[in-house]
């Protein structure tokens, strides 16, 4: 009975986690759009921002390539965990999601799948990214490397579980764009990726304090420079920012875990 129930959740969640790696490899578009426009968007305005940014109350100097380096592997996961999760429109217009949710498959078997495909193209594209770190002046450690792995794993699982939340309901991908647009990049602009939040408006700063995604950059931050100080000020601790990362993270898949079996 426990290997039938493991095969109801198991083998689906493994089918349309490739399913969604698949696609996502075979659209050129996709892995330019998700990976290109962050790295230019890093070089373009790292380079223009470099020798003017300061941090407040900072001892030591850094420039805007360096600060925003974390943020960048942000935007990265954020982009395409989000933007594989828009198959979840094409798959009921085409009625692949009708005949998945016909069959005798487990809810969570469908979210596992996926949120573990988005995670998968976000986590490896952002590794990726990582690659140009000499460029941001960071010297990282093999442990600062896994403890970053893990906040991206974290950071991805949380974003690919909104994006299912966001694309379930919806019957275009229009829409979804509104939302993204609307929602989810302010959502990464306040999240202490593009600018500190010592140097914003104390308006700006609440709303960045209750922002989950600001301690998801934030564990990148302390991954990105384990066993040196952080630079910069008014960062969340790091227990803090692990924890609330974790809980985000673990609410936002039962949250569409709920969300699919109640529309189901």
């Known amino acids: 009975m426990n290997e039938q129930r493991g095969h109801l ?14 696609r996502f490899l075979r659209q050129r578009g996709r892995v330019v759009g ?10 373009l305005l790292g380079s223009g921002l470099r020798n003017s940014f300061k941090l ?7 420039n805007y390539m360096e600060y925003s380096f974390p943020g960048m592997l942000a935007l990265i996961v954020l982009f395409t965990a989000i ?8 798959d009921k217009r085409e009625g692949f999601m009708q ?5 005798p498959v487990s809810r969570t078997a469908i979210v596992l799948g996926k949120v573990f495909g988005s995670t998968t193209l976000a986590v490896g594209q952002a590794l990726v990214f990582m690659l140009l770190i000499p460029l941001a002046g960071i010297h990282i450690s093999l442990m600062g490397i896994l403890l970053a792995f893990v906040a991206l794993l974290i950071m991805a699982i949380g974003l690919s579980a909104v994006g299912v939340l966001i694309a379930w309901p919806m019957d275009s991908v229009q829409g979804f764009h509104a939302i993204m647009n609307l929602f989810l990049m302010p959502m ?25 995604l600001t301690y998801g950059v ?3 931050r302390y991954a990105l420079y384990t066993g040196s100080e952080l630079p910069g000020s008014q960062h969340p601790s ?27």
């Open 34 to 43: 998700a990976f290109g426009t962050p790295v230019v968007f890093w070089l």
């Open 218 to 220: 934030a564990t990148l």
């Open 188 to 212: 990464w602009l306040l999240s202490g990726a593009f600018f500190p939040a010592s140097g914003a408006s104390s308006w700006i700063g609440w709303i960045m304090a209750i922002n989950p």
């Open 99 to 103: 005949a998945v949710l016909a069959a």
């Open 238 to 264: 790091l227990l803090m920012s692990w924890v609330v990362s974790c809980a985000f993270a673990v609410v936002a898949v039962a949250m569409a875990q709920r969300m699919i079996s109640r529309k189901a």
């Open 83 to 90: 933007f594989a999760t828009i198959s979840i429109i094409e």
């Open 56 to 62: 407040p109350a900072m001892d030591q100097s850094i």
């Open 9 to 22: 959740w198991l083998l689906p969640a493994v089918s349309l986690w490739r399913r969604e790696v698949v």
